[in-house]
């Protein structure tokens, strides 16, 4: 049943590769149509700017589903057909796949496209917050109809039925799509729209475009970056001031996208920080700490201070006492919290609230001892360009997690720190400075803590209009897009089907406001100052004018390719320096021999007088050969060109030769030289010749080389030249020798012996094929070489991989490398891998394939001799790795795989201790057999002492393990196994007792106040009929042994479906636990509400960090 209400959408959020789902389209697919009014509403849609819709999709029934792929129903966005398309079990990856997908591709006219921003989402049913939500934007057109995600999730994740994914087997997504006002994305001109340029984003870039377009447009600022000394020998990438000058004086003059690639190897950056998505906040504070360095000792020194430093006073005043403490600090930027606060204002009045230290927090004063004190902040001054960072990313101590803080957060246009005569401001502060600010710029975060999309809407002249700069497009905005539509929080979007449901429904908005600029007013003139040519130094505009005069020049090669032809030449000398070093198979890599741009008219004789300045060969004595690919993928020279041919135009010869219509014509230059190294005139070339290529195997070395070519008669035989290869290869001249003739290496190496006796044509070769020889060997010295022929070298070089292997105990770093081959069976490899460890049994070895989607280690190793051959380990779906894992495990690995592992944690009865304990058994074995191997293994409290093994998720009990369950179907992968005694109340249940779950709960600080997090050790109570809260709440409290006073604190609650009804201490708390047909035990419960009060793990100071980066460095 496919539902369309809108929901709220939660986050997860995940960094992900995008990609189109890569899947032949097997003709138009099933899909219901929307009746004609549902259609027309949708369609309405298209008069807003820009047209969003939610879209919701419930499939029931999921883990029954059959196809490969399933498409949603249509919905209308913009006017246009949108559905989603996913794949149940993956689109050839372990993961959901899922994608929108343009519904009417197929029928859309030669040339459509359109631009969308969309995000997708699996929604958790049972724990909102665990909604997994992606973000992503695309300009589909006809080649890429579908966009999206490959690896959504993990397909253990979605169908482990305790995850909250899938309930009662439905699953739930949302899809919201807003599409752009301006569809024609790639004609788009932003400098003719709006008179200014973008930046083209590298990767993951954007976040970094959003600051350096603010801080371009802080005219101020550009004048003090022209002005830093740099010279014509400086090397943008070498350079931090050059690459930003050169970076905003493109971007002032250029009508196009400015690349940043320049600027962030100056940085010191590689592509992969490039891919990263940093933090704005950080990026902006290193890169104005690296430019005032930059500055000191130039005519620029101090304008970073002077644009962006503050000062602050800390003070400490005590109350009862003549004491205060006080230091003033700087700041270029100041952090605002979010949370709980409405508004900037809000936020200010946060930042210089008065603290109390009294009671066991009292102050230590000089002299004075312990007292009772005042504590604050209170501004000395603001600087003419005020930077604020909104705390949009905080941690969730009680998730151990970064989370993104969506609240609605207002700011205003005019921001008056004056205000209430002054209440920010010290007393030292100089109050007849004006503190009136005018809003410049608002960079804005759109997704979730994991990454997502960064923007800038600015006021370049502080005028009513604000333009949006989004990586490379930049378009006109008005002020509410750029203010209220920034405040984050939720929106209420009204249904458009009211058949479903006619109330409206809240959304969080996930783009919001991240970092605002505010400008003094006072200051303005001077800080919005004219910046022109002259700011800009000679030598800066002479290097920028020569490189768009380069980039010209490319450009007008481009638009003039189709009157060209590119002529690639071998020569003897190529096939010399490559075979053996770079090439082992065929005769040369056409991309790395002297290429000629030629015009298309161009007499091919006239292009021979090219060849000749170039390599100093007289016309006469070049002969040119063509390439030709055979069928069994080869590529060889086929023919020489004809003197009919030569006289044609190098078009009309590029067309006979090349088949594929590419523009290029590759030919082999063939020159004879005499003993007296002169040139000699072609030999005549008659069908009885042949020309062969020659290569020299060395089994010692190991060493393959060619030597040169020769033409030989077909009816000749082998015998009649070997004088001549002997002397090419530099043996003795008698030396016997074995022949082969390389034949093809795809898909596998072929190559045979070539039999003496026979002529040259009854061994079937003909022109351009390739003979290899070595010296010949006897079957005693065959043993000294490891590859002693040259098949077996070949089909070496063919299969050998290095392969890195890492321990799976540290999946992340590199432990050694081995060169192998990928014919290699599974027995070969883990002998090597044991020999390097110093492993004496193999079979103790156990490997683990590597994932190319995840870069980790796959869940499940490989299985004892489970593959033939390396190349089988390292194949991940269409890719191929070079990365294994090992363990060394403590009983060999067939032994092992006959077993069942289980990690079960034992809870001693009277004993605040918990053991972890690895339980090996027969796979056929029960939970009986894990009870008593685990009975053997720990101290109980009685000899005679029961024992279960229950199944343990997120704090709660999901399953008694019944004694003669099969371990072999358990999987602890995801679910905590937990061994504990029976105790004695349980075992004697009366007729209406009732056993309940009990679980610790506290309130989720980022969420309403309906919903609830469960911590700590789950149990099991008995309850009995009539019993009250007062009489369980002893029992309770006995049991955990809690201290009188924090027991006191405590709280009760009945527990349904995450939503808790407190209890007092007169209620039958049996009365509450009527229900059998509940879906899951732990759907109800008995709450405790107090704090978790055990350790966290240790947070470090980047607490504003997202939690996946790198930190963000400057190097030069």
Same mark, same amino acid.
């Given at each position: 049943?496919t ?10 959020? /995940? ?28 369609e ?77 989402a699996?929604?958790?049913?049972v724990?909102?917050k ?18 999206g ?58 976040y ?11 005219p ?8 830093m ?10 350079s ?52 005032? /360095? ?39 930027d100041? *952090? ?14 946060k930042?210089?609230?008065? @603290? ?18 005042k504590?604050?902040?209170?501004f ?22 970064m ?24 007393? /030292? ?8 600010y ?28 604000w333009?949006?700069f ?75 004018k ?28 190529d ?22 741009r ?18 100093g060969?007289?016309? *006469?004595f ?22 009919? @041919? ?14 594929t219509h ?12 005499g ?33 040169g ?17 002997n ?11 074995d ?32 003979i ?21 070298f ?9 392969v ?9 770093e @590199? ?6 081959s ?13 020999r ?21 280690p796959?869940? *499940? ?11 089988d380990m ?11 894992y ?6 060999p ?39 008593n ?62 056993m ?121």
């Amino acid at each position: 049943m496919t539902m369309m209400t809108p929901p709220p959408l939660e986050q997860q959020e /995940d960094e992900e590769i995008l990609v189109p789902h890569q899947e032949l389209t097997e003709g138009p697919q099933p899909m219901e149509v929307l009746s004609a009014e549902t259609a027309n509403a949708l369609e309405s849609q298209q008069v807003e700017d820009p047209p969003t819709f939610k879209y919701r999709w419930t499939i029931e029934n999921f883990s029954r589903l059959n196809a490969k792929k399933l498409y949603s129903d249509i919905f209308y966005v913009g006017g246009y057909k949108w559905r989603v398309l996913i794949f149940p079990k993956g689109n050839n990856v372990d993961h959901l796949s899922m994608y929108l997908d343009v519904a009417d591709s197929a029928t859309l006219p030669y040339g459509w496209s359109r631009y969308a921003q969309f995000a997708l989402a699996i929604v958790n049913q049972v724990h909102g917050k665990y909604t997994i939500r992606k973000d992503t934007q695309h300009q589909f057109n006809g080649r890429e109809s579908d966009w999206g995600f490959t690896s959504f999730m993990s397909l253990s994740e979605l169908y482990d039925p305790s995850r909250g994914y899938l309930v009662n087997d439905t699953c739930v997504i949302d899809a919201e799509v807003t599409v752009r006002k301006v569809i024609d994305y790639w004609s788009y001109d932003s400098k003719k729209e709006t008179g200014y340029v973008g930046l083209k984003n590298q990767g993951a870039t954007c976040y970094m475009n959003s600051l350096l377009q603010t801080l371009y447009h802080i005219p101020y600022f550009r004048k003090a970056v022209y002005h830093m000394p740099t010279t014509e020998n400086d090397m943008p990438s070498g350079s931090i001031p050059l690459a930003l000058q050169s970076l905003f004086y493109k971007l002032q003059y250029s009508d196009n996208s400015v690349a940043t690639k320049e600027l962030t190897k100056s940085f010191g950056w590689d592509t992969y920080d490039s891919f990263m998505q940093h933090d704005v906040q950080e990026l902006n504070r290193v890169l104005c700490e690296k430019l005032e /360095d930059k500055m000191k000792g130039t005519v620029v020194e101090g304008t970073i201070q002077h644009l962006f430093e503050g000062h602050h006073m800390n003070y400490i005043e005590c109350i009862n006492v003549d004491y205060k403490s006080t230091r003033k600090e700087s700041f270029y930027d100041l *952090q605002l919290d979010v949370k709980g606060c409405r508004d900037v204002y809000s936020s200010f009045d946060k930042y210089v609230e008065v @603290e109390r230290l009294e009671g066991d927090n009292k102050y230590q004063a000089e002299n004075h001892g312990l007292q009772d004190a005042k504590k604050g902040v209170l501004f000395i001054d603001f600087p003419p360009v005020l930077q604020l960072q909104l705390k949009r990313f905080e941690y969730d101590f009680m998730r151990d997690t970064m989370v993104k803080i969506n609240d609605r957060y207002e700011f205003p246009l005019q921001l008056d720190l004056d205000r209430d005569n002054g209440k920010y401001l010290s007393p /030292d502060a100089d109050r007849r400075v004006r503190n009136l600010y005018t809003l410049h710029s608002v960079l804005v975060h759109s997704g979730g803590v994991h990454g997502g999309h960064y923007y800038a809407f600015i006021r370049p002249t502080l005028s009513d209009q604000w333009f949006k700069f989004d990586d490379e497009r930049v378009t006109k905005e008005d002020a509410k897009k750029a203010l209220e539509e920034q405040y984050g929080g939720e929106e209420e979007l009204p249904q458009t089907n009211p058949g479903f449901n006619n109330s409206p429904f809240k959304f969080t908005k996930y783009s919001n406001a991240y970092m605002l600029v505010y400008i003094r007013e006072s200051d303005k003139e001077k800080i919005m100052c004219d910046v022109d040519e002259k700011d800009i130094a000679e030598h800066l505009r002479i290097r920028l004018k020569k490189e768009q005069e380069e980039k010209e020049h490319k450009k007008k090669e481009k638009a003039e390719a189709h009157l060209y032809t590119i002529i690639k030449v071998a020569r003897n000398e190529d096939l010399i320096e490559q075979i053996g070093k770079e090439m082992f198979f065929d005769l040369v890599d056409h991309d790395k021999v002297r290429a000629f741009r030629i015009q298309k008219q161009l007499p091919f004789n006239h292009f021979k007088e090219d060849v000749f300045k170039e390599f100093g060969i007289p016309v *006469q004595f070049q002969r040119f050969w063509l390439w030709a690919k055979r069928q069994n993928h080869t590529y060889r020279p086929n023919r020489p060109l004809t003197p009919q @041919e030569e006289a044609q135009s190098v078009g009309q010869l590029r067309e006979v030769s090349n088949k594929t219509h590419n523009a290029e014509l590759k030919l082999l230059l063939e020159v004879e030289i005499g003993p007296d190294l002169h040139f000699l005139p072609p030999p005549a070339k008659t069908k009885e010749d042949i020309l062969l290529f020659f290569k020299v195997y060395d089994p010692e070395k190991e060493n393959l080389r060619f030597v040169g070519r020769l033409f030989v008669k077909a009816l000749g035989k082998p015998t009649e030249i070997l004088s001549k290869l002997n002397e090419l290869a530099e043996f003795p001249p008698n030396e016997e020798i074995d022949l082969y003739e390389e034949i093809k290496f795809e898909p596998n190496v072929m190559c045979e012996h070539i039999d003496m006796r026979m002529s040259f044509k009854s061994s079937q070769l003909e022109d351009g094929d390739i003979i290899c020889y070595q010296k010949s060997l006897t079957s005693a010295n065959r043993s000294q070489f490891r590859y002693p022929d040259v098949p077996s070298f070949l089909e070496y070089v063919r299969n050998r991989q290095v392969v890195h292997f890492r321990s799976l105990e540290k999946p992340k770093e @590199e432990d050694f490398s081995l060169e192998l081959s990928k014919l290699f069976t599974y027995d070969d490899v883990v002998e090597r891998v044991a020999r390097q460890l110093g492993v004496d049994d193999s079979s103790k070895i156990r490997l683990t394939s590597h994932n190319c989607y995840s870069q980790q280690p796959k869940p *499940q190793p490989i299985k004892y001799r489970g593959v033939d051959h390396l190349l089988d380990m390292l194949v991940h779906y269409n890719q191929t790795s070079d990365i294994l894992y090992y363990e060394i495990l403590d009983i060999p690995l067939p032994e092992l795989q006959g077993l069942k592992t289980l990690k079960v944690a034992f809870h001693h009865a009277t004993k605040e201790e918990v053991a972890i304990h690895t339980i090996r058994l027969p796979k056929n074995s029960t939970v009986a057999d894990v009870i008593n191997d685990l009975k053997t293994k720990v101290e109980l409290s009685r000899p005679d002492a029961e024992v279960r093994l229950l199944e343990v998720f997120y704090h709660k009990i999901y399953k008694i393990f019944p004694p003669g369950e099969k371990i072999e179907n358990i999987n602890d992968q995801y679910w905590t196994l937990r061994a504990e005694e029976i105790p004695e109340e349980e075992k004697s249940l009366g007729l209406h007792d009732r056993m309940i779950h009990v679980y610790h709960f506290t309130r989720d600080s980022n969420q309403n106040q309906m919903q609830v997090q469960n911590f700590g050790e789950p149990f099991f109570l008995v309850i009995k009929e009539g019993e009250t809260l007062a009489d369980i709440k002893i029992r309770i409290q006995t049991k955990l042994q809690v201290p009188d006073d924090e027991f006191s604190k405590w709280k009760f609650a009945f527990i349904s479906l995450g939503r808790p009804e407190y209890l007092q201490d007169s209620d039958i708390v049996s009365n509450r636990f009527q229900r059998r047909d509940i879906y899951g035990a732990w759907e109800q419960y008995l709450g405790l509400e107090h704090s978790d009060t055990a350790p966290k793990k240790a947070y470090t100071t980047n607490q504003n960090r997202h939690t996946f980066e790198k930190p963000v460095k400057i190097y030069n």
